[in-house]
């Protein structure tokens, strides 16, 4: 049986609560199928949020930049964080503007991201960025050599405080809008690959992986 993670004063859901989700498998399932996740912090007064790539290793996410980025030093100082994630599912057409809306999944995860010093770690995390995104890369391509390592820093967040929000379904709109002739319904989203291109120096010997060729999301 999934664990449910308590919400905090600052994950419960107070708008739309019946949207909240706080079952640690399903708000891992939305970690694991997004690509790109939200960094927001401050720093001497100013917000920054900042995209990035993203993995998940048990109950912890990685994220990673540049050394020298502000961002990293920021958060390998202490600083709080906070990231989001969020998966687009549907345009939502309804009978009235107001009522248009979007079915969406979304996470929130907030603490402190600490930096990782164990080249075991780091190694392994840097293997979960790759296996996310395309499962059997890790071992097909060369991996980072310490050259490339001391110029990545790699942080993660513990997922101790983090809910999720979900809307999904149909139409919602006033009843005195059902009988208007407005055309209504849900554009159901997806993300689509295209097939590979490839890169104009690759041996034309090489076969395309089949990770590559066939690659859904």
């Known amino acids: 049986m999934s664990e449910t993670i308590p919400a905090t004063e600052r994950t419960r859901i107070v708008r739309e609560a019946v949207r909240a989700v706080y079952d640690r498998e399903a ?17 001497d007064g100013q917000p920054y949020v900042i995209p990035t790539m993203y993995a998940r290793n048990g109950d912890y996410l990685y994220f ?59 190694i392994s995390a840097l293997r979960a960025f790759a296996e996310k995104l ?19 820093s790699i942080l993660k967040l513990p997922l101790t405080e983090v809910s999720a929000k979900v809307r999904t379904g149909d139409v919602e709109d ?11 319904g849900v554009i159901p989203l997806r993300l689509v690959a295209d097939p590979p291109i490839r890169d104009a120096r690759c041996d034309p010997s090489i076969p395309t992986p089949g990770y590559a060729s066939e690659y859904r999301r």
């Open 27 to 43: 708000i891992y399932k939305i970690l694991d199928e997004g690509l790109v996740c939200h960094v927001g912090f401050a720093t």
């Open 64 to 122: 990673h930049g540049s050394a020298a980025s502000r961002m990293l030093r920021g958060l390998a100082g202490g600083l709080a964080v906070c990231i989001t994630v969020t998966l687009s599912d549907g345009l939502v057409l309804a009978r009235s503007i107001f009522n248009h809306s979007m079915n969406y999944r979304s996470v929130v995860a907030l603490g402190n991201a600490t930096l990782i010093d164990d080249p075991a770690e780091r």
């Open 134 to 152: 395309i499962p059997g890369r890790w071992n097909d391509a060369r991996q980072p050599n310490e050259k490339e390592l001391k110029a990545t």
């Open 174 to 184: 006033d009843a005195e809008d059902y009988a208007l002739p407005v055309w209504a």
